[in-house]
């Protein structure tokens, strides 16, 4: 028989394996939804609006107006962004990226629909990425593991949020050399709320300071390292996402996240370099992949275990 820890551990799996489902509709969508908000922004800053001064005299002075073929063809694209249909985290509907045949909801059960489906779309047989179903298993394992360590309690769950959240911010990273700011900014109110609240067991003012320094950290490293090479090593994302991981693990933890994230790069570059992901050098791999996947190894390894594991990266803490 199960006790009522393996209970709450099969309830978190169950509710993970579904989260896990919604995750690969968030890793594809969250990022499209950035970019026509980008290009709607651009769009709208070349045309005129009525009694708000156009970016372009703002930048050219009072005197200077955007050039007329550009406001025309700012106008006609304005048009065509206008013109597209809803797309957001609810809609449209799934669909096969391949012959749009709708996706039925009997075809929408995690890792079970692709088994029997045997990883291919109902309707035109093309192939279903194997990486929704690893999605839905690995996000499953990790909300287990937090019900299983902390019952299902708030403490649990803002855990297993921490985990949905590092799951998408990888592989979006990893997709687009993007940290999309809305789930940085989840991740890092998410850390401070629960350390004001007592639920992460980090002191406040160690998360604030976990935050502020994880920030200003990477933001030295990133302006020394571009003053010596000419070179950009990584991007603002980065940073806000090690001030998030400061706000959930405290201040002390900064320095051995940093070094559990190159232990993570090591591995996951020997992982692509293997699978010929990285044939092409010129490839960019950022950062952030590492960093979230060295938040998960914290997360399942448990803060204390990694303070065994690298003593010396804790000077202060
Ligand atoms: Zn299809």
């Not at 156009?54 to 005197?63: M, T």
């Amino acid at each position: 028989m199960l006790g009522s820890q393996g209970l709450d551990a099969v309830f978190g799996g169950v509710l993970g394996l579904l989260v896990g489902s919604f995750l690969n509709v968030v890793v594809y969508r969250v990022p499209v939804m950035m970019y026509r908000q980008w290009l709607n922004d651009a769009i709208g800053n070349l045309m005129k609006v009525d009694g708000v001064p156009s970016l372009w005299s703002l930048v050219f002075g009072p005197n200077a107006n955007t050039p007329p073929a550009l406001e025309k063809a700012a106008t006609a694209a304005a048009e065509q962004v206008d013109a597209l249909p809803a797309f957001n985290l609810m809609r449209p509907a799934s669909r096969c990226g391949h012959c749009g045949a709708p996706v039925r909801f009997y075809q929408n059960v995690p890792v079970i629909s692709y088994l029997f489906l045997r990883g291919r779309c109902a309707s035109c047989k093309a192939r279903i990425s194997l990486r929704y179903p690893v999605v839905e298993l690995v996000t499953g394992a990790l909300f287990a593991l937090c019900a299983w360590r902390f019952g299902l309690t708030m403490t649990g769950a803002l855990w297993a949020a921490f985990a949905a959240l590092l799951v998408c911010q990888f592989l979006i990273d990893l997709d687009t050399q993007y940290l999309p700011d809305s789930l940085n900014y989840a991740l890092l109110w998410l850390g401070l709320i629960g350390a004001a609240l007592g639920l992460t067991g980090v002191p406040l003012a160690s998360a604030i300071w976990g935050a502020v320094f994880g920030y200003l950290g990477l933001w030295l490293i990133y302006h020394a390292y571009r003053l010596a090479t000419g070179k950009q090593g990584m991007g603002y994302g980065d940073f806000k996402l090690l001030a998030a991981l400061g706000a959930w693990l405290g201040s002390g933890y900064l320095i051995a996240i940093v070094l559990v994230s190159s232990l993570v790069g090591a591995v996951l570059g020997s992982i692509l370099l293997l699978a010929g992901k990285l044939a092409h050098k010129d490839i960019p791999i950022s950062f952030g992949p590492f960093l979230a996947g060295a938040g998960l190894v914290c997360l399942v390894a448990g803060p204390d275990t990694v303070r065994q594991w690298i003593p010396f990266a804790f000077p202060l803490g």
